[in-house]
């Protein structure tokens, strides 16, 4: 397959390039490096920089590299607290920026898209969450996921185009190698914040609200390492380029793990003080996936657990600090 990934400098679409290296598919990245790195990019792929808000740029890429099969989407903003201070930007570059892309591959006659879309879609979720549940988000980030997943829709019926939307549950971990993984200035994410914690790039891990409705009172998430999401995708753009039909596909272990958990399991790696506070706006009690659907239609399963995830991010993170 020939490949366009869009956010392809990123954390997740790094990974994605990789696994599709690895598979022998020829990959154009195109990216803005607003939060990616050139370093993060495969030499074996091609690297474009620009904006998915320039429709301009979007068509010469388009000309330049004409026969692609499939575009995968990694290019959103993707931090809920900072959704809710700044919803513009937000409904911007996640719907406006999808908007235009779609707009440039109905001209250029790509017909196939997979979006990287989100648990937060499924709002303040009860247990396990199924792709046909309702949608309710409840903070910026998770609407304008959700109102992307709709444009796709329309958009794709109206131009006999296809999609494969992934719905992410809480990815984490680093690629096998090292040479790959999550190194933002600013984490936000629980995994490599509790490892910051515990290799002293930060004081403590804080641990926001241990009043909801679970078990030990913090939140419960479903952790899914990188390669095992990224792979996943490899899977699901076949599958769309070999005439699969279009559908909604959670991404996600099965299996939840409270914030407290993790931290415990962070603690075996060594000393790792956490302060408990208050709770973020914007943050459901609990979200797991039900990955039964990519079991089945994709073949997809997991390879590694909540151990291996954490294990891969402290091994990365360490590289970091040389």
């Given at each position: 397959m020939k490949v366009l990934v869009v956010g392809g400098a990123g954390y997740i679409g790094s990974h994605a390039v990789l696994e599709l290296i690895k598979e022998k598919h020829d990959?154009?990245?195109?990216?803005?490096?607003?939060?990616?790195?050139?370093?993060?990019?495969?030499?074996?792929?091609?690297?474009?920089?620009?904006?998915?808000r320039d429709k301009n740029a979007l068509n010469t890429l388009f000309k330049t590299y004409p026969g692609i099969d499939i575009v995968m989407h990694f290019a959103a903003k993707i931090v809920v607290p900072e959704s809710v201070v700044e919803p513009l930007e937000y409904y911007s570059n996640n719907v406006e920026g999808v908007r235009i892309l779609l707009d440039a591959m109905q001209e250029n006659n790509v017909k196939n898209i997979v979006?990287?879309?989100t648990a937060?879609?499924?709002?303040?979720a009860s247990g396990v969450c199924f792709e046909d549940d309702a949608t309710k988000p409840i903070n910026p980030y998770g609407e304008t996921k959700l109102a992307t997943e709709n444009m796709i829709r329309w958009v794709t019926q109206a131009h006999g185009m296809n999609y494969l939307i992934f719905r992410y549950f809480n990815v984490a971990g680093a690629d096998s190698s090292l040479k790959i993984g999550l190194k933002k200035d600013q984490l936000t994410h629980l995994i490599p914040v509790a490892i910051q914690a515990l290799i002293g790039v930060r004081d403590k891990?804080?641990?926001y609200g241990n009043d909801y409705d679970t078990d030990d009172g913090t939140c419960v998430r479903d952790y899914i390492h990188v390669s095992d999401l990224a792979y996943a995708h490899v899977l699901g753009a076949t599958y769309l380029v070999n005439g699969g039909a279009s559908t909604t596909i959670n991404l996600g272990s099965n299996q939840g793990y409270s914030v407290l958990e993790v931290?415990?399991?962070?603690q075996q790696l060594g000393n790792m003080t956490y302060e408990i506070t208050e709770r973020r706006p914007g943050d459901p009690a609990k979200l797991i996936a039900s990955n039964e659907k990519a079991q089945t239609l994709l073949k997809w399963q997991p390879k590694y657990g909540l151990k291996d995830i954490i294990k891969s991010d402290f091994e990365f993170r360490k590289t970091l600090k040389k």
């Open positions: 990959v154009i990245v195109f990216d803005n490096l607003s939060s990616g790195f050139k370093d993060m990019v495969s030499e074996q792929a091609t690297l474009v920089i620009g904006d998915i979006f990287s879309s937060a879609v499924y709002g303040e891990l804080m641990i931290a415990k399991t962070v």
